[in-house]
């Protein structure tokens, strides 16, 4: 019998997006001394990010693929906190966020192909041409 963690998988989610939420909105924060608007927008996501955490089960519940969004979201401000930090000059930092991005990128494309499985629309073969002209000469000769 195999065993399934689906109840600890959305809490973990749900961490992570909280986790990375605070990470983006501590370098929101970071930026709203020299980069106002680029720090208004990280913090803005970070809220989005936390809120959507919160309510992960319900909205999962009604949208399935917003994991895979929000995973690729999360993945594209880490490389953009990436970028900025290369422009900077800094010299280590910008690597563990280029990690983080591809770490995001994996995530969302394993449940991408994981949901779409799981809602795949299946057709029935089709009936062979012999088959569906026995069926109109017994359907006939009723």
């Known amino acids: 019998m195999k065993r399934t963690n689906s109840g600890h998988k959305g809490k973990i989610d ?49 949208f399935p693929f917003l994991d895979c969004i929000f995973h690729l979201l999360e993945g594209f401000l880490a490389l953009v906190i990436a970028l900025e930090y290369f422009q900077e000059g800094k010299k280590y930092i910008q690597y563990f966020y280029i990690l983080a991005t591809l770490l995001y990128s994996f995530a969302a494309l394993k449940n991408y192909q994981r949901l779409k499985n799981k809602f795949a629309i299946t057709i029935p073969d089709l009936p062979k041409e012999e088959e569906v002209k026995a069926d109109n000469e017994n359907s006939v000769n009723l």
């Not at 909280?18 to 990470?23: E, S």
């Not at 020299?34 to 990280?42: D, E, K």
């Open 14 to 62: 749900s961490l992570l997006h909280i986790v990375m939420g605070f990470v983006i909105l501590m370098h929101g924060i970071e930026r709203l001394d020299n980069h106002f608007y680029s720090g208004v927008v990280f913090i803005l996501a970070s809220i989005i990010f936390v809120s959507c955490a919160l309510f992960h089960k319900k909205l999962t519940g009604r």
